[in-house]
C-alpha cells in the first residue's frame, strides 16, 4: 500500500505519507515520512489595532521568535486486532512507528514601523537581543511578515520520534486505502527548540494527532 494524508496536533498540523507491505496475515511493516509544523501552547494571534495612517495591520503572534518545521522518516508496523468482515470490510489496527526528525528552526520576523528617514513605513526584522524591545512592543509591530522571509537562515537540530495510534480502516477489501488514525506522539530534540521569547522553551513536544488518509492497494 501506499498513502498519503494530513493530520492535526495538538501543537499543529502536518503532511505525511507511508508506504506498507503485508508480512503477515495480521502484521504489515510501515515505512513513513513527514513534514511536520509545531508551535508553543503559547502562542497566539493578535492585530494592532492602534495604527493610524497606514493600510490595514497583519496578525502576527505577539512574543514568537522562530518557526519551527521539521521532516521525519521512520520505521513501524500495523497489527490487526480487530475485523469486520461486511460488504467493503472494516479493520481496527494497531499502528506504531519510530525513528528520526530533522528539526528546522526559522527566524520569524516581523514588520515593524520605520524610523528610517528613506520615506519607508515599515522595515522587516528578526529577533535579536538588540531588536527584543521591538518585538515585545505591542505599538512598534504592523504584522508578521512573509513566511519565505529568512529561509536561508534555518538552522538544523536533530532528534527522534515515535507515535502509537490506532488506524481504523473501512476499505478493508477495496483496492484504496481510506483511513483514519488517532493516537499519541513525542518528539526529542538534542537542545531547546526557541520558539516564543518569554515562556520556558523545550527540547520535546508530547501531542496527540487525528490524522485521515487516501491510497492505493496492489
Keep these: 500500500e501506499f498513502s498519503m494524508g494530513a493530520k492535526v496536533t495538538t501543537t499543529g498540523w502536518g503532511i505525511f505519507g ?4 503485508d508480512i503477515d496475515l495480521d502484521k504489515k511493516r510501515v515505512a513513513y515520512f513527514e513534514l511536520e509544523f509545531l508551535k508553543d501552547p503559547k502562542e497566539t494571534k493578535r492585530v ?3 495604527t493610524v495612517g497606514y493600510t490595514p495591520p497583519k496578525p ?3 512574543g514568537k521568535q522562530n518557526t519551527f518545521f521539521n521532516l521525519k522518516a521512520a520505521i513501524g508496523e500495523k497489527r490487526m486486532i480487530g475485523e469486520k468482515a461486511e460488504k467493503s470490510g472494516f479493520q ?3 499502528n506504531y512507528a519510530g525513528g528520526f526528525s530533522a ?3 526559522k527566524p520569524y520576523y516581523l514588520a515593524v514601523y520605520s524610523t528610517s528617514e528613506d520615506g519607508t513605513p515599515t522595515e522587516n526584522v528578526k529577533y535579536t537581543p538588540e531588536t527584543e524591545s521591538l518585538f ?3 505599538t512598534s509591530i504592523y504584522g508578521a511578515s512573509g513566511f519565505s522571509i529568512g529561509f536561508n537562515e534555518i538552522s538544523f537540530v536533530p532528534g527522534l520520534f515515535g507515535k502509537a495510534g490506532l488506524n481504523f480502516d473501512w476499505a478493508t477489501y477495496d483496492d484504496f486505502v481510506k483511513s483514519a488514525e488517532a493516537g499519541i506522539g513525542a518528539e526529542l530534540y538534542l537542545k531547546d527548540i526557541p520558539i516564543m521569547i518569554l515562556e520556558d522553551n523545550k527540547p520535546y513536544f508530547v501531542y496527540l494527532y487525528l490524522s485521515l488518509q487516501f491510497g492505493k492497494k496492489w
Design 18 to 21: 507511508d508506504y506498507t507491505k
Design 48 to 50: 494592532n489595532e492602534f
Design 60 to 62: 502576527f503572534v505577539y
Design 92 to 94: 481496527v489496527a494497531a
Design 103 to 105: 528539526g528546522l528552526v
Design 136 to 138: 515585545l512592543d505591542y
